[in-house]
């Protein structure tokens, strides 16, 4: 008898089965003499579509909202059905004992291999692998220590309740506003409070009057010190004239040591990571995309066994992890790392509990490296600068505190103050890892302003108390205030997680969401929300704008994760605000414009054409949803790139067929029955006449041979 192992993607599988020793590989599966490994394909079985239940539900009508099935049905997916069918004659198999549960170890690895038992109508035992790193040692010592699958029940209710509730109130509201306003606006259970919160940021910036400010800055013989009206103040004028008067006063005035004051500082080691530190940091250092650093930091963990499992909410280690520290420091002591590492090495490793908390821990601990043996020219580039940044987080966290001395200074000029404050590094610390004592885990956003933050790292001279010093200069400096910076990722990955929306495996395709609906556009490493989501958030409801409310249903899946809650009771709560919401949809007077509109119209049926975002550039489609005209709104891109100035040309279709053409460059080249050569000097005029429908392209060579050969044929 043998045991049939169910892991998540093929890539797992074929490292599962070559562990365990599984080296007859089959269409579907891997079979060796004690398991049969299968996988899934991600999801292979989804909760049924409306028209599922009932074909009329294919139309949205608002009429037949809300949709609150009885008994929600599961469903195979259509992509992945023949997958689906190979794991379910697998499961039939008279000589299969048990199931080994293998997806990923979280709430939706749970999810994928449940519903497919459901499905298959699995009645035998189960068991669970739950690991957190995909190395021959954690897989071996998995498959001794196997969990029994009822463990994780409650983990498996909390997925449901939470698929069923997006399927709900996402489903629901999506189709209610998307009808009740004949444009494709879409809403759901964390997107939408995530959308409120950027939308609240940018109704700061657009209602905030910046104004201007002065500080005076005086050189106070090798270092300066910035005047403010006593401790405390922040050092601002509002009055020009009298920043003026007072930085002439400074510079008349005797100055001496009024206060002086050095402390021995410190600053701790930042923690390790979770995933959403790691993609908050990612972003701010490496500009990542939050999505970018799930995909790379999940190939470091499958495909190069490098890191432990990604998915984690917690930046602590577990207790019984501590003996296998050095063994993972000895793994990564390779490269621009070894130096580091081995200094390390060298004595017994300093575990506080900033490393290891079993109190901080729930289901998986910090991404750290593993013991695997690293070779980092296997690594792409994208790969190798995450790893430097988990790697070096890790080494960090093993070196001692910066340690520092902070001198300041309060100097009495006359009746005015002046403050300076003054920082000599001790020890270096965990900084050494960077390279810099300037190296911050502060979020961008808290740290104090460049001016301040210079002065703080200026060395000062030795001073005694009521030391006689002149003042050199005052200058007075013009600044403005200025409105809260719009969200990055990095930053809106932190209020998100704040405010309990999404879990650590949800935001960034969240952040996707918002994107792929246009509701918010990148602009440069900012997230603006756009004409779509500005006014979506007006037509929304109020309650499910609240982050509160998402916040509280987020903590209650945790209960049920835990056994402490009641999915029943959950859900109805759901079924209950989803009834409600849907009637506030319809009940609703205002209207909406979209704010895409163009110029042209509809040769359908008339209407408007709204200019859209796809990625294969802009489109405008009909703004009447029923009418499903589309048509490119630029010209497509080929992958033929110009000769002269390397970018890629527009695919154009003139009356002999499709051609090339660079515009800047005045270059084309024939696309049908051509293989892509190169087009002679001489015959470039020819192509530009025959194929661009005489099309005026702006170029002195262009006119002048056009001339030259009208002349000719003359």
Not at 216 to 225: E, H, L, M, P, W
Not at 317 to 338: F, H, N, Q
Not at 383 to 396: C, G, S
Not at 482 to 499: D, I, Q
Request: proline share 5%; charged share 30%; with cysteine.
């Amino acid at each position: 008898m043998k045991s049939l192992v169910l892991a998540e993607k093929p890539s797992v599988a074929r490292e599962l089965a070559r562990v365990l020793g599984c080296g007859q590989k089959q269409k579907a599966s891997y079979e060796g003499p004690q398991y049969v490994v299968t996988w899934a394909l991600g999801h292979l079985v989804t909760l049924a579509e409306p028209e599922d239940y009932d074909t009329k539900y294919k139309t949205w009508n608002l009429e037949d909202l809300p949709l609150l099935p009885e008994r929600m049905n599961l469903k195979v997916m259509k992509e992945t059905s023949q997958q689906f069918r190979q794991v379910a004659q697998l499961c039939k198999r008279q000589d299969i004992k048990e199931l080994i549960i293998a997806t990923d170890a979280g709430r939706e690895g749970e999810l994928v291999a449940r519903w497919i038992m459901e499905l298959v109508k699995w009645r035998k035992p189960y068991k669970r692998l739950w690991i957190s790193s995909q190395t021959d040692k954690a897989i071996k010592e998995g498959f001794q220590q196997l969990r029994p699958g009822k463990e994780y029940d409650n983990l498996y209710a909390s997925a449901v309740c939470r698929a069923e509730a997006d399927w709900l109130i996402g489903l629901n509201v999506t189709r209610a506003l998307t009808c009740k306003y004949n444009a494709q606006l879409a809403a759901g259970r964390v997107q939408t409070p995530t959308l409120a919160m950027m939308m609240e940021r940018e109704e700061e910036i657009t209602g905030f009057q910046s104004k201007p400010y002065w500080t005076i800055t005086a050189d106070v013989g090798g270092f300066q010190a910035i005047w403010r009206e006593k401790e405390g103040h922040d050092g601002r004028l509002w009055d020009k004239e009298r920043a003026e008067q007072l930085a002439a006063k400074l510079q008349q005035s005797r100055a001496s040591v009024h206060k002086l004051k050095t402390a021995d500082k410190s600053e701790p080691q930042p923690l390790a990571y979770d995933l959403t530190e790691l993609q908050r940091d990612a972003n701010k250092r490496l500009g990542f995309s939050a999505k970018q650093t799930s995909s790379v930091l999940q190939r470091l963990y499958e495909q190069h066994k490098l890191v432990t499992y990604p998915r984690t909410d917690s930046r602590y280690l577990t207790s019984d992890m501590a003996p296998t520290l050095k063994g993972r420091l000895e793994s990564i002591a390779v490269g621009p790392y070894a130096p580091l590492a081995r200094r390390l090495l060298k004595q017994p490793l300093r575990i506080t509990r900033r490393i290891v908390d079993d109190s901080k821990v729930t289901d998986h601990h910090a991404i750290i490296p593993t013991e695997q043996y690293v070779n980092l020219s296997a690594l792409s580039n994208e790969e190798r600068r995450l790893y430097d940044l988990i790697v070096k987080r890790f080494i960090a966290l093993f070196y001692p505190e910066y340690r520092y001395a902070e001198t300041s200074v309060v100097i009495q000029a006359g009746s005015e103050l002046l403050f300076a404050k003054g920082k000599v590094a001790k020890d270096a610390g965990w900084k050494e890892v960077y390279g810099s004592p300037s190296y911050s885990d502060e979020d961008e956003e808290e740290q104090p302003q460049q001016e301040e933050q210079a002065a703080a790292q200026q060395n000062l001279p030795e001073l005694s108390m009521n030391q006689p010093l002149a003042i050199k200069s005052a200058r007075i400096r013009e600044l403005r205030t200025l409105p809260p910076p719009r969200y990055t990722e990095a930053s809106l990955l932190g209020v998100m997680e704040k405010n309990g929306l999404g879990t650590p495996a949800t935001r960034a395709d969240i952040i996707e969401k918002l994107l792929g609906t246009d509701t918010i556009e990148r602009q440069g490493n900012r997230l603006v929300p756009t004409g779509k989501g500005k006014q979506l958030i007006e037509l929304v409801v109020d309650e499910l704008k609240s982050s509160g409310l998402t916040a509280q249903w987020e903590q209650e899946l945790e209960r049920i994760a835990k056994g402490k809650g009641n999915p029943q009771r959950f859900m109805e709560g759901i079924r209950q605000q989803t009834v409600a919401w849907v009637g506030q949809v319809k009940r609703e007077t205002k209207e909406y414009k979209p704010h895409n509109l163009t110029h042209s119209r509809c040769p359908q049926c008339s209407k408007p054409l709204m200019e859209v975002k796809s990625k294969r550039g802009k489109s405008l489609v009909c703004s009447d949803r029923e009418c499903d005209y589309r048509r490119a709104a630029e010209p497509r891109l080929s992958n033929k790139r110009c000769p002269q100035c390397r970018k890629k040309m527009e695919i154009h279709e003139g009356k002999n067929g499709k051609y090339a053409q660079c515009r800047p460059c005045n270059f084309v080249e024939k696309l049908d029955g051509e293989k892509g050569g190169k087009v002679h000097r001489r015959d470039q005029q020819r192509l530009i006449q025959q194929f661009s429908d005489n099309e005026k392209l702006n170029s002195g060579l262009a006119d002048a041979l056009k001339a030259a050969l009208q002349q000719q044929d003359k």
